[in-house]
Each structure stands twice: as C-alpha cells, then as structure tokens.
C-alpha cells in the first residue's frame, strides 16, 4: 500500500516568517495530495489540495508544490500568524476507492 | 463541517464490553470513512463504505465492525477484541465521483477505558 512521510514532525517559526513542510509517498499511482489543518482537539479541516495534473496551487498565504518525479509534496505558509499554529497533515491518495493514506503531522507553532 | 455530526464526544468503555459510535451526514455524500487517532500519529483507516450494504476493511480493522444500512449513517461498534481502544476516532464523507473528491471530517469521539 502508499506510505506517506511527514517532515519535520516540530516546526517552530517567528510570526511573519514562512513555513514549510514536506512530504514523500511511495506510491506512483497517487494522484491527489490534500492538506489538512487540526486545532487541538478538533477535527481536521482541509486547506488545499493538488492533484497531479499541475505542479503548483496557491491560495493566498498557503501554496502546495508537486514533484511526481520525485514523488513529493510540500506545503507553503507564506507570512505566518498566531493563528497558524496547529498540527498539519498531508494526504496522498491514487482514486479509485479514494482511501487517504496520512502522514504523521507536523505541528506548527509561530512565535508572535 | 457542520453536516457530519458524530456522537457523543466522549465514550467509557468497560473491559468486555462492546461500544457504538455514532456518524450521520446530511451532505449527500456516497462514502464514508472512519479513521483512528493516536497522539504523534497520522490518521488510520478502520473501514471505508462507498456504497449502502457495502463495505470494505482498511489497514487497522481487526477489533472494530461497521454496517451502512443508510446513505447517511456509518456507525462503528469498538468490539472487546479491540484491545487497546483508547483513541481519537474521526468519521469522515465524501462525494464519490469522477476523480478524488475531498473528504471532509466530523468533530470526533474520544474513547477511553474505564
């Protein structure tokens, strides 16, 4: 089956820097990688997803990149905030059955 | 996402008991999924349903059951084979189109020991 890796597992930034997390899967057939956003003890909310069609999506603060080649995804937090701080996973999936396949999380803290 | 409602928010269970977990979506969504949670780990699939009357394992199922007599139900029984129960547990919904739809979560239920 897919194994995704999640890294660095602790990320902390100073308000107003960027953040990036990165991740690998192994599977070549995958082709969505969706980004969630988790407050502690609350459910994961998606920020952004790629499908494997294009190389690079942004929305506003938040980009994704995408290297099928070498088979890994990034996420990019652009001016980060308090606000930010949470614990971030990556998904990858290859359809069909459209199971997920996570990685560990990454949690996030900006210092203000 | 307001239009997944899982209940409760906090469950005991006893040893040799056998507990139900609630997942109901009003958003018309055709499969539903549940994940577990464990503190410093990714979410893990238990069991997945695309369709009412059918679904599938996923990589962690051994000790839990479901049933998807309804489009908008998924309830998942922690059976007393499970031992080691205490987790996070999400249900989760999406479309099952044309390529991947995303999956949109509940606000979980958080299982204990007593």
């Known amino acids: 089956g897919e194994n995704v890796e999640q890294h660095p597992s602790t990320l902390s930034v100073q308000e107003g820097d960027s953040a990036v997390i990165k991740c690998t899967y192994s599977?070549?057939?995958?082709?969505?990688f969706p980004w969630y956003k988790q407050e502690l003890g609350k459910r994961p909310q998606l920020i952004i997803d790629i499908r494997s069609n294009v190389g690079e999506k942004k929305d506003q603060r938040i980009a994704v990149t995408l290297n099928k080649t070498a088979k890994h995804f990034s996420l990019h937090i652009t001016e980060t905030q308090p606000e930010d701080s949470a614990v971030y996973f990556c998904?990858?999936?290859?359809?069909?059955?459209?199971?997920?396949?996570f990685g560990t999380g990454t949690r996030l803290t900006v210092i203000p | 996402d307001g239009g997944i409602t899982q209940s409760p928010k906090y469950l005991f269970r006893k040893e040799g008991q056998n507990v139900t977990l609630s997942c109901e979506q009003n958003?018309?969504?055709?499969?539903m999924y549940w994940y577990r949670q464990d503190p410093g780990q990714g979410l893990r699939l238990i069991y997945y349903s695309q369709i009412v009357n059918d679904f599938q394992k996923g990589d962690i199922a051994e000790g839990y059951s479901v049933s998807r007599e309804k489009k908008e139900s998924f309830p998942l029984t922690v059976t007393s084979a499970q031992k080691n129960p205490t987790a996070f547990y999400l249900c989760a919904s999406s479309f099952q189109g044309a390529g991947n739809q995303p999956q949109h979560f509940g606000d979980g239920t958080r299982l204990s020991i007593l």
């Open positions: 958003l018309n969504h055709d499969a």
């Open positions: 599977d070549s057939a995958s082709n969505y």
């Open positions: 998904a990858a999936s290859r359809g069909g059955a459209n199971n997920l396949f």
